[in-house]
T-cell receptor, first 110, second 113 residues
Framework: RKEVEQDPGPFNVPEGATVAFNCTYS??????FFWYRQDCRKEPKLLMSVYSSGNEDGRFTAQLNRASQYISLLIRDSKLSDSATYLCVVRPGGTYKYIFGTGTRLKVLA | DTAVSQTPKYLVTQMGNDKSIKCEQN?????MYWYKQDSKKFLKIMFSYNNKELIINETVPNRFSPKSPDKAHLNLHINSLELGDSAVYFCASSQVGAFYEQYFGPGTRLTVT
């Protein structure tokens, strides 16, 4: 089983749609959780950290479920500019190591 | 203003050559990383330094040697380049305690011919 698993997609959604991605992780000692976005031929950019109580940043909402070991990202009112690959990242406690998922590709269609 | 910078951005070289990639961060972070992203787009950690001390050394050929002259710099030297080394190499940094958020440089696209 991979340490961090994501559905690779692609998710093709129309503009204005709501889309959700899930990510599961295997290490129950994981302590830090993040969503990054990566555009084609660019570096990963931090989208948001995921806090235990869940958090929202504009159209983006992240949730953490420690019991089931998954995190989710909800994007409301999708824009064309949201088209990218979304990477789920987990940091096990007591380590400096970040485990990346393989990413979920999102394409928002006009 | 750039938080994490890398040079060069593109590197095209022949098999057997030795090359270096440089990374600098001005975020005041204490930990720096090298990642490799291959054609399948999977990001794989290679090395990490915390306060100039090597703390992560994944299974990487010993042709790859990182060096951290100070907290703000982390370089990667590659000897005897092979075709399979072609990839994008990303530098990143983070700070212990500051939610551990990690920030990436723009990447160095290495092509070995």
């Amino acid at each position: 089983r991979k340490e961090v698993e994501q559905d690779p997609g692609p998710f093709n959604v129309p503009e204005g749609a709501t889309v959700a991605f899930n990510c599961t992780y295997s290490n129950s000692a994981s302590q830090s959780f993040f969503w990054y976005r990566q555009d084609c031929r660019k570096e990963p950019k931090l989208l948001m950290s995921v806090y235990s109580s869940g958090n929202e940043d504009g159209r983006f909402t992240a949730q953490l479920n420690r019991a089931s070991q998954y995190i989710s990202l909800l994007i409301r009112d999708s824009k064309l500019s949201d088209s990218a690959t979304y990477l789920c990242v987990v940091r096990p406690g007591g380590t400096y190591k970040y485990i990346f998922g393989t990413g979920t590709r999102l394409k928002v269609l006009a | 203003d750039t938080a994490v910078s890398q040079t060069p951005k593109y590197l095209v070289t022949q098999m057997g050559n030795d090359k270096s990639i440089k990374c600098e961060q001005n975020l005041g972070h204490d930990t720096m990383y090298w990642y490799k992203q291959d054609s399948k787009k999977f990001l794989k950690i290679m090395f990490s330094y915390n306060n100039k001390e090597l703390i992560i050394n994944e299974t990487v050929p010993n042709r790859f040697s990182p060096k951290s002259p100070d907290k703000a710099h982390l370089n990667l030297h590659i000897n005897s380049l092979e075709l399979g080394d072609s990839a994008v190499y990303f530098c990143a940094s983070s700070q212990v305690g500051a939610f551990y958020e990690q920030y990436f440089g723009p990447g160095t696209r290495l092509t070995v011919t």
